[in-house]
């Protein structure tokens, strides 16, 4: 599971639904048609029937790192549609850009509107489903490859994490968090894992529907048994013995 290196110059787009779920990927050739890529990626995964196109307008975001030819510095250039700028603690730890601001894009005006997408419910009804799905997609030789990891089934002989990490607000305490995570989940985790950040602001009733009494609160869905780990989310410990990837039992 271990993400090799980001390249110093490169392009990255991510692909949300109206659900929360994500694809995203790194280029760093910044020649493939990735919008494209990431639709037909979706279609697949959420087995739909044609590859969701109009969520392209509406729920981007897009990254560039490149070369100022005057300055021979690296700049970087960040902006993400109105209806995922709230997402933009989460890209910046995939995109590993610390605290970034990211610009909002302007507003498709006729594509963006919720009459507009809404019509699109009912032929694409699991676009407004949550998945729990964050994937990385890449290119290989030419040939666009669907990742391995995909929607957990839940079985019992199912070997996949679902995750999810209950904050307050975007703030810089929860982009590191997130990044701490991230380096934790990548390192330790020899299985698929989905993490899913949920903001108990804007959220409040699945703070309730998972019992969420404070901030910030992982909640280990699947394997079960359910567990948490609320508030101390820097000892590392404490987070793989909750996952269940060390010997001794611990109970929360």
């Not at 050739?29 to 979706?42: D, I, M, N």
């Amino acid at each position: 599971m271990t993400q090799p290196p980001l390249p110093k110059l490169f392009k990255g787009i991510a692909l949300f639904t109206p659900g929360g779920d994500m694809l995203y990927c790194i280029d760093p050739s910044k020649q493939g048609r990735w919008h494209s890529h990431l639709c037909s990626t979706l279609q697949r995964i959420l087995d739909l029937s044609e590859p969701p196109h109009f969520l392209v307008p509406c729920y981007t975001a897009t990254i560039d790192h490149w070369l100022d030819p005057k300055t021979q510095q690296i700049r970087t250039f960040a902006e993400a549609h109105p209806a995922v700028i709230r997402y933009q603690a989460l890209l910046n730890v995939l995109f590993d850009t610390h605290g970034l601001v990211w610009q909002k894009a302007p507003w498709k005006e006729g594509l963006c509107d919720s009459v507009v997408l809404s019509t699109y419910r009912s032929t694409f009804p699991q676009l407004w489903e949550d998945h729990d799905l964050i994937v990385r997609t890449d290119l290989a030789e030419k040939e666009f490859k669907v990742p391995n990891l995909t929607i957990p089934v839940q079985e019992d002989n199912t070997q996949a994490y679902v995750l999810r990490l209950f904050v307050a607000g975007r703030s810089p305490n929860t982009e590191r968090i997130l990044k701490l995570l991230y380096e934790l989940l990548e390192k330790h985790l020899v299985h698929p894992y989905t993490l899913k950040v949920i903001d108990v602001l804007s959220h409040p009733e699945l703070a309730e529907a998972n019992q969420i009494s404070a901030t910030p609160t992982l909640l280990k869905v699947y394997p079960q048994p359910i567990r948490r780990v609320i508030g101390d989310l820097d000892n590392a410990e404490r987070i793989l013995h909750m996952l269940g990837t060390k010997e001794q039992p611990w109970d929360i």
